[in-house]
């Protein structure tokens, strides 16, 4: 494909996924009540058992509380048409593969979209843990008036850390099958990789503490080490299938 070919895929394979993401935002804006209630309950369920605490949510002018309910249904809408615009993302991609590594890489289409709604569901699990944590710094005697649309912000934002995080090894291993990343390559620098891995789960998580980004940093740690060992299967099946003649030196005369 010529560059102004590409451009033109991509823009259509982007039309897709934001119509895809606009259907899906126009019914999160409908449902906006019982979206509020799942998202605020770990803030309910923190000021439930501390009674004590003079901890509440607040608009801060007329106008929050529709701009917050827009950014809700947006933030649906990414989540709930993430099927879609994943799958966009890597059909963008695929054209330059070969028919087998395309047939490959139907696997890794098929874990994207589990692999991203684990990570968004493991996020909001452990949010009420990190808020406990971080409300826990408040000094006696202090209130803790914050602003609604401030706290769905941090919300929003960590669960899409953790699904977009998930997403980690779909992405090593699309990087061997386009022959970039080889396995051997991955495993030599596992070092490096930690040290990375735990820098990006200190930038990308919203919150300061350890418990945090110890939590984001484990299973990214797990999905690194699994995606060298699919990557060492398929370098492994690409090396049977390797002509013996594209072994010898170009300075060689090979048995054929």
């Known amino acids: 494909m010529t560059l102004r ?14 119509v895809a993401v606009l259907v899906v935002a126009i019914v999160g804006f409908d449902r906006y009540q019982w979206i509020f209630d799942q998202l605020s309950r770990p803030f ?3 000021k439930r058992m501390h009674p004590h605490s003079l901890i509440s949510l607040n608009f801060a002018n007329a106008t929050a509380a529709f701009s917050n309910r827009v950014n809700v249904a947006i933030f649906v ?19 330059g593969l070969t028919r087998r590594e395309k047939r490959i890489s139907l696997t890794f ?21 990190s808020l406990e944590i971080l409300y826990g710094f408040t000094p006696a005697g202090a209130s803790n008036i914050q602003q609604t649309t401030d706290y769905f912000t941090f919300v929003m934002r960590f669960i899409l850390v953790f ?4 997403l980690f090894p779909v992405i090593l291993v699309g990087l061997n099958l386009a022959h970039v990343l080889p396995a051997h390559l991955m495993i030599r620098g596992w070092r490096f990789a930690v040290v990375l891995i ?16 110890f939590l ?4 990214l740690l797990v999905l690194y080490f699994a995606a060298w060992a699919v990557a060492w299967l398929l370098d492994r099946r690409r090396a ?17």
């Not at 070919?5 to 934001?18: D, G, K, N, Q, Y």
């Not at 709930?80 to 615009?85: N, Q």
């Open 77 to 95: 809408g990414v989540l709930g048409a993430s099927p879609i615009w994943l799958y966009q993302f890597w059909a963008f991609i695929v054209p």
């Open 240 to 256: 049977k299938r390797r002509p013996e003649w594209l072994e010898v030196a170009d300075d060689e005369a090979s048995t054929i």
């Open 163 to 166: 699904g977009l995080a998930s």
């Open 44 to 46: 309910a369920d923190y």
């Open 216 to 219: 984001l940093a484990g299973p």
């Open 109 to 129: 289409v098929a874990a994207i979209v589990p692999l991203f709604i684990a990570g968004c569901w493991f996020g909001y699990w452990i949010l009420p843990k």
């Open 5 to 18: 070919e590409h451009l033109l895929e991509f823009r259509r394979r982007l039309v897709i996924s934001a």
């Open 198 to 213: 735990f820098v990006f789960a200190a930038v990308a998580t919203p919150t300061p503490d350890a418990y945090t980004m």
